[in-house]
């Protein structure tokens, strides 16, 4: 039987700050708990989200916190997310030709490549000109 786990993961342009969630599901149920986790986290910040159009991300059960606003990136333009390329640098650090025993060992090495994440490297993996034009515009 084969077991997954999803990883739900925010970066904050402007700073590098991070929060990264494991979750059992890919799901609106599991979109709801790392919305509320976030929000949760920073609860003084208002927060814009950039996502892609998952249809767990438009369901009408999405229950978005009022420090979040969503902005959805084009139909099919996983360039444009931002949060992709940390997706690339946490599989180029931690599960590039490599296999895993035990899922509790894929587990294990993501939250150990997650925790050695730089913020100045987050920072600079996520910056794109439009992402910050969101922030002058709101």
């Given at each position: 039987?084969?077991?997954?786990?999803?990883?739900?993961g925010v970066?904050d342009?402007?700073?590098?700050?991070?929060f990264?969630?494991?979750?059992?599901g890919?799901?609106?149920?599991?979109?709801?708990?790392f919305?509320?986790?976030?929000?949760?986290?920073?609860?003084?910040?208002?927060?814009?989200?950039?996502?892609?159009?998952?249809?767990?991300?438009?369901?009408s059960?999405?229950?978005?916190?009022?420090?979040?606003d969503?902005?959805?990136?084009?139909?099919?333009t996983?360039?444009?997310?931002?949060?992709?390329?940390?997706?690339?640098?946490?599989r180029?650090?931690?599960?590039?030709?490599?296999a895993?025993?035990?899922?509790e060992a894929v587990?294990?090495k993501?939250q150990?490549?997650?925790q050695g994440l730089?913020?100045?490297?987050?920072k600079?993996?996520?910056s794109?000109?439009?992402?910050?034009?969101?922030?002058?515009?709101?």
């Open positions: 039987m084969r077991e997954y786990r999803y990883c739900y970066v342009a402007q700073t590098g700050d991070s990264f969630l494991i979750a059992v890919c799901n609106t149920e599991w979109t709801n708990e919305l509320r986790q976030v929000s949760q986290a920073y609860p003084d910040d208002y927060i814009l989200l950039v996502m892609d159009n998952a249809i767990w991300h438009k369901s059960t999405l229950e978005i916190p009022s420090n979040i969503l902005a959805f990136i084009p139909p099919y996983p360039e444009m997310n931002p949060i992709e390329q940390v997706w690339k640098e946490i180029k650090r931690g599960f590039k030709n490599k895993f025993p035990t899922l587990i294990d993501l150990e490549v997650i730089e913020k100045n490297v987050l600079s993996t996520v794109r000109q439009w992402t910050r034009l969101l922030f002058e515009y709101n």
